[in-house]
């Protein structure tokens, strides 16, 4: 019980990062915002093993272990980073919440097609379900044309950085302690970006967006991702899945009572749709037990 409690309270502070975000960006262009959050993110994570005596953890990196980091660091962090505060700043808050959930479909259809992961009933009809969510998103119920909105692209695009950074983790480093991967992410992103944005940066720092920013870094990107792992170690990895099923609905709740966003019809069938595909999926989704295989540090085979 201790464990799902945790993960709850981790997705409830996972559900505010598109509404952070989506205030940020009124602040500053979208790649000032992504560099601020990654850079930021990796210099309190690293303080954080520094306080907590696991420092050795990064020091003890091997070079190949370094150079798969460092490219799922520019898919990831970098890429997928881009193109999800490129499209938050063209569509709703909403949309984004919805969009990129698609993240854990993306992972269980690359997890079949590169790691030769089994191939379930659960995975083709979560899929159709899904995909018939975002194209109802998309194209608002189908009355408009059939090409999606740039925003909507982008975060799917999003997505799919996301999870191919994931299926790379699982076959190549998936015995790393899961906090080394999250500071390797960040810390690349930050560099690049940072080094993208540098005489940017200064002009948009303020005290009136300083609230929000801090409130990304430490509420979602520091203790939301902390209490998810946290929660890894008091429950089984299926549970902590299912339990993710509410960020969406958090994040949507948060998009309306804080940002003043109007849920439209077609989001709220496209939204349950998606929710209701991607339950499906993790049901079944064998990804979940690498979770546990990284977070234990053991590497397990894969079907």
């Not at 999800?84 to 698609?102: E, I, S, Y």
């Not at 790691?115 to 899904?130: P, Q, R, W, Y």
């Not at 480093?173 to 940066?201: D, K, M, N």
């Amino acid at each position: 019980m201790k464990g799902i409690t945790i993960a709850l309270f981790s997705c409830m502070f996972l559900g505010l990062q598109p509404v952070f975000s989506k205030v940020l960006l009124s602040y500053m262009p979208p790649i000032v915002l992504a560099a601020i959050t990654s850079f930021s993110a990796a210099l309190l994570l690293i303080f954080i093993l520094e306080i907590e005596h696991k420092i050795r953890e990064i020091e003890e990196l091997k070079s190949r272990e370094v150079f798969v980091l460092v490219f799922i660091g520019l898919l990831s962090g970098f890429f997928g980073q881009l193109f999800f505060v490129n499209g938050l700043a063209k569509t709703t808050a909403t949309n984004a919440v919805l969009l990129t959930r698609t993240n854990s479909l993306l992972i269980a259809i690359f997890g079949v097609m590169f790691l030769k992961e089994k191939l379930t009933l659960n995975h083709i009809v979560g899929s159709v379900i899904m995909f018939t969510g975002v194209a109802i998103i998309a194209t608002k119920n189908f009355s408009v044309s059939l090409e999606p909105a740039q925003g909507d692209v982008l975060l799917i695009g999003a997505a799919v950085c996301w999870a191919s950074a994931n299926i790379i983790m699982k076959r190549y480093i998936c015995y790393l302690p899961p906090e080394v991967i999250v500071i390797g992410r960040h810390a690349v992103a930050g560099i690049v970006l940072t080094s993208l944005t540098f005489q940017q940066i200064p002009a948009v720092i303020n005290l009136h967006m300083l609230p929000y920013l801090l409130g990304l870094v430490i509420l979602v990107i520091i203790v939301g991702q902390y209490l998810w792992y946290y929660s890894l170690e008091h429950t089984t990895a299926e549970n902590v899945g299912l339990i993710s099923l509410t960020i969406p609905f958090f994040g949507v709740l948060y998009s309306v009572l804080l940002l003043g966003e109007q849920l439209t019809p077609y989001q709220i069938v496209g939204g349950s749709l998606i929710i209701a595909g991607l339950a499906v999926v993790e049901i079944h989704l064998t990804t979940l037990h690498d979770i546990e295989c990284r977070i234990r540090g053991v590497h397990t085979p894969h079907h």
